[in-house]
């Protein structure tokens, strides 16, 4: 099942060539405020129980999002219905101001499943291969690759650093690598909104920290927009612009640094006096630990 949702991104991740036309000052900034993704009043079900209900939110071009919440949440049912794969019960959401599978988004969107860490070692492809996909598409599947296209595959392979890579098999790889390639395959694409559905997920510490940083360079250097689904809090605050905290519906959407404590935290998800005949006994464990040391 994570094979055939790590393809359909593959798919999902198609090749549109073109030139971007230069536009003034004014114009550019305008377009930054201009809504990628707009959702209003989302409700979805699966299997009969509703998983999203009411859900509203809008993304610009250019801003870093992360959607946090525990397991089973709607996190990844969110992004699937964005994607077009979960179809709504009501609502309305629109992506460049299209339906969400419309043509006009073709190549505009690249998604990373959770599937890419754990790649079935039954599959044989390189890194190279995989990154191609992103180029690949229905009207060109079986074409011969342009020039041009080739260029994007490894200019997307040295975004993600993989160069000494690249002709090595998938599943020689570490879960943080196979991240990167999964992410180079949506650049390849020449994606400008990128989603990744719990990226972190299967990949060590320092994996982490460095599939991070380049997830920052690509919002601030390469001007793509992301939305980050995770259940790693702390990641997500280092990196997001902005939080939103999704458990069926959105119950914080702000900046990272006015993320909720964890008291706070609490409160929104409904559980009362969290820690609240510890905390002062922690607090002075603590306290005389120090005083010892002195």
Same mark, same amino acid.
């Given at each position: ?7 359909? =991104? ?7 060539? =073109? ?10 900034? /305008? ?8 959702? +209003?009043?989302?409700?979805? +079900? ?12 809008? @993304? ?11 397991? /089973? ?8 219905? @964005?994607? /077009?794969?979960?179809? *709504? +019960?009501?609502?309305? @959401?629109?992506?460049? /101001? ?17 599937? !890419? ?25 079986? #074409? ?5 296209? &080739?260029?994007?595959?490894?200019? !997307? ?8 890579? *690249? ?7 570490? =879960? ?9 395959? !949506?650049? *390849? ?18 994996? &982490? #920290?460095?599939?991070?940083?380049? %997830?920052?360079?690509?919002? $601030?250097?390469? +001007?793509?927009?992301? %939305? ?11 990196? *997001? $612009? ?53």
């Amino acid at each position: 099942m994570l094979e055939i949702a790590s393809i359909c =991104g593959s798919l999902l991740n198609n090749y549109t060539e =073109g030139r971007v036309m230069q536009n003034s000052k004014l114009e550019l900034e /305008g377009q930054s405020q201009t809504p990628i993704l707009q959702i +209003q009043g989302l409700s979805v +079900q699966r299997s009969g129980t509703e998983v999203l209900r009411d859900v509203s939110l809008e @993304i610009k071009r250019g801003e870093f999002v992360g959607i946090v919440g525990p397991n /089973g949440s709607g996190k990844s049912t969110l992004i699937m219905t @964005i994607l /077009g794969i979960l179809k *709504a +019960q009501s609502g309305v @959401i629109q992506v460049y /101001g299209n339906k969400p599978m419309a043509r006009e988004n073709i190549g505009k969107i690249g998604w990373v499943s959770q599937a !890419a860490a754990s790649i079935s070692s039954n599959i044989h492809i390189s890194v190279r291969e995989m990154v191609s996909l992103g180029v690949v598409h229905v009207g060109n599947m079986f #074409n011969r690759k342009t020039k041009y296209q &080739r260029q994007q595959i490894e200019k !997307a392979i040295e975004m993600v650093g993989l160069q000494d890579k *690249a002709s090595v098999s998938m599943n020689q790889l570490s =879960g943080g690598q196979k991240q990167r390639a999964a992410i180079g395959r !949506a650049l *390849a694409s020449n994606a400008e909104f990128i989603l990744l559905d719990e990226p972190l997920v299967g990949i060590d510490r320092q994996a &982490r #920290n460095d599939l991070l940083k380049l %997830l920052d360079r690509f919002c $601030h250097e390469n +001007q793509k927009t992301i %939305l980050m689904v995770s259940h790693d809090l702390s990641a997500i605050r280092q990196t *997001a $612009h902005r939080m939103i905290y999704l458990e069926e519906t959105i119950h914080f959407d702000g900046p990272s640094e006015a993320f909720p404590a964890l008291l706070e935290l609490a409160d929104l998800r409904g559980i009362n006096h969290v820690h609240e005949d510890h905390s002062k006994d922690i607090k002075s464990t603590i306290i005389s630990k120090e005083r010892e040391e002195e």
